[in-house]
């Protein structure tokens, strides 16, 4: 399995950034997609953005054009740049790993944003 743990997250205000990341260890070669998920309370956790071994991404229309995704291949992190933050975006972001067969082999503990307006 693929161990992974998020940091950067903290309180910002409504227009404000943050940057995520997220360290993975353990079974590194294995990983090809990586992503990040969230989850607000009392809804379903949703995909918020994905990236590939090969640097495709992916990107929920609710977070396009305010936020990237990237990947350190060499530190075996990837990141989360949080632009133009808006209160929805309120939520506990979870970093999350699959293999090439898209099966998952890990998740972060999630790390808190809050937006307040």
């Known amino acids: 399995q693929v161990h992974l743990v998020e940091s950067g997250g903290g309180l910002v205000q409504a227009g404000g950034s943050l940057r995520l990341s997220c360290a993975a260890s353990?079974?590194?070669?294995?990983?090809?997609?990586m992503g990040w998920y969230r989850q607000a309370p009392g809804k379903q956790r949703e995909l918020v953005a994905a990236?590939?071994?090969?640097?495709?991404?992916n990107y929920a229309d609710s977070v396009k054009g305010r936020f990237t995704i990237s990947r350190d291949n060499v530190k075996n992190t990837v990141y989360l740049q949080m632009n133009s933050l808006k209160p929805e975006d309120t939520a506990v972001y979870y970093c999350?790993?699959?293999?090439?067969?898209?099966?998952?082999?890990?998740w972060g503990q999630g790390t808190q944003v809050t937006v307040s307006s």
């Open positions: 990236i590939t071994s090969g640097g495709s991404t």
């Open positions: 999350n790993a699959r293999d090439r067969y898209q099966l998952v082999r890990g």
């Open positions: 353990g079974s590194i070669s294995t990983i090809h997609t």
